[in-house]
């Protein structure tokens, strides 16, 4: 639907929000993968589920469409609402399945991990490096995607940073004075293996009295 000198001309007139819509819409409903056989999982294809909410996006609120702000504060939401519920994971690789019992991590992220873990020990997925990347819950992407001719990218914006810094600071690139650190190195990252074990048997403990309590409510008829 571009122009016809790129992304920031003029859409045919035929390119109408409605007729994008339409064919996002049907490629959802008719889009699938289907995975390697493999005796492990009795899943034939994957694809997308029953809810879908695809709208057109407008500069200016209105009642009846979405403004950019809306969808910007909506995307920002549910990002750190996910990151916030899984905790993204590890900071740091797993190397055993004793990793994931001793993780100071929910149960639900445990379980994600344990099952990134036994998939990636099936020769049939080991394409997708689920172990390497049991830690993040099999994703070895960013949280977020952009296209690089519509939007920027993150080199683009370090750089605008700098030099705006710079200009701040009433420095040129060329200045003398001016340090670029470019060698890092990791250091370490979590618990030790002994703290870990204590974290997690304290988040056990604190899961279980929660449990505990919710019961207590049900049972009692309080309110919670």
Known sequence: MD???G???TLPVWATSGLLLEAVTQAAASSFVTPPDSGAYGIERLAWGAQFDARPIHSLSDSDALSDEAVAGYVAKYVSKGAAETGA???????????????????HTRALMGACW?????????????RTWAHSLGYRGHILTKSRRYSTTYAALRA??????RASAGTTVDDPD??????????G??????AAQLAAGIAEDLATSRELARGAVAERGWEA
């Open 3 to 5: 122009g016809p000198d």
């Open 7 to 9: 992304p920031a001309s």
């Open 89 to 107: 994971g590890l900071d740091y690789r797993i190397t055993t399945p004793d990793d994931i019992r001793a993780a100071a991590v929910s149960n």
């Open 118 to 130: 036994r998939l990636g020990g099936l020769v049939e997925l080991g394409h997708l490096r689920l």
């Open 160 to 165: 605008d940073r700098a030099d705006h810094l």
């Open 178 to 187: 001016t340090v670029t650190e470019s060698a890092w190195h990791y250091v």
């Open 189 to 194: 990252s979590g618990h030790t293996p002994g």
